[in-house]
């Protein structure tokens, strides 16, 4: 009786089960943005800034398409560091999902550089007016950084002190809308919203914090 053979089989099971259910969520947002992705695709397959990585449609569309690539990478990396998997995973989703989030939030709107800045700094206030969609957004935007970062650091490997982090972050993107004017409101809901986001994203992957 092999009983190595019978130990390792569980957790194959569970990757090929992780796996399957990424593919599936991956499916899902494909279908769920298949209108905007169409409106973005040729510009972007033909390789024009403007229309491309200047609108949301764009970046959504790049994110998707470059997935192969970063799928690649992150093979490449753990080859090269002979099978460090979760430590190329960790960096690789560390940059390739916050890049692209954070770049959208500081997108400028058609006021920018003419309309001046605005503060909102009464806690709770701006949630009201976000809608579902807007609190859904903000706490995405920084969920790729609470998931993989304590993964890579373990001196993140904790829920506070992500939270923190993420919250920093999020002020200087803030603040960075406001000094550039960039036809945006700089709120603290966005900030609490953000590190929200991040914090749960750090819990979700609780198992795979580095000791």
């Known amino acids: 009786m092999n009983r190595s053979a019978d130990l390792s089989a569980p957790p194959r099971r569970r990757g090929l ?58 093979a490449a990396l753990a080859l090269a560091r002979r099978g460090a998997w979760r430590r190329s995973v960790a960096e690789v989703g560390l940059v390739y999902g916050t890049v692209p989030l954070v770049w959208l939030t500081l997108m400028p709107g058609p006021g920018a550089g003419v309309v001046p800045g605005r503060l909102s700094l009464i806690p709770l206030l701006d949630l009201i007016t976000m809608g579902p969609l807007g609190i859904g957004g903000n706490l995405l935007i920084l969920a790729p950084l609470g998931f993989f970062a304590p993964m890579r650091f373990a001196a993140l490997a904790s829920v506070p002190r992500i ?49």
């Not at 973005?40 to 997935?67: I, K, Q, S």
């Not at 406001?178 to 700089?186: A, E, G, H, K, P």
């Open 17 to 74: 089960l992780v796996s399957a259910v990424v593919v599936l969520l991956l499916a899902a947002a494909v279908y769920a943005l298949r209108r905007m992705l169409f409106m973005a695709a040729p510009r972007c397959l033909a390789g024009h800034w403007h229309g491309c990585y200047d609108t949301e449609n764009g970046v959504v569309f790049m994110l998707l398409a470059g997935l192969p690539v970063a799928a690649l990478l992150i």
């Open 163 to 211: 939270f923190a982090l993420a919250a920093g972050c999020s002020i200087l993107v803030e603040t960075a809308q406001y000094v550039f004017q960039l036809d945006r409101v700089s709120s603290v809901d966005d900030v609490l919203v953000n590190a929200t986001g991040a914090a749960l994203a750090a819990l979700a992957s609780r198992r795979w914090w580095r000791a």
